[in-house]
Nanobody, 125 residues
């Protein structure tokens, strides 16, 4: 059984930083594509970032490029999202997701097979 558990969300002032963590059990992250998505109130869930160990590729939404960094730790079977220069529009529930196929786009929400429960990020202006 694959499980993803996020942590690290919270309340931060604009311009601040947070680091989200996602610990995976039941499957190795190095054999998967790991993604971060977010959903703000009243909006659809959207892609934020992804990392694909096969090929060492990383992907970012334009809205977070240059501010957010995705990374992984094979030993801890975890993936992280370092978020800097946070803006109020980054406020959302952030979800970690796992994609088992490397033959599909890493940025597409519907291609992910497992999801975490989400962690709230609130950026105050």
């Amino acid at each position: 059984q694959v499980q993803l558990v996020e942590s690290g969300g919270g309340l931060v002032q604009a311009g601040g930083s947070l680091r989200l963590s996602c610990v995976v059990s039941g499957r190795t992250v190095s054999s998967s594509t790991m993604g971060w998505f977010r959903q703000a109130p009243g909006k659809e869930r959207e892609f934020v970032s992804a990392i694909r160990w096969s090929g060492g590729s990383t992907y970012y939404a334009n809205s977070v490029k240059g501010r957010f960094t995705i990374s992984g730790d094979n030993a801890k079977n975890a993936v992280y999202l370092q978020m800097n220069s946070l803006k109020p529009e980054d406020t959302a529930v952030y979800y970690c997701a796992l994609q088992t196929s490397i033959l599909v786009r890493a940025t597409t929400l519907g291609t992910y097979d497992y999801w975490g429960q989400g962690t709230q990020v609130t950026v105050a202006s």
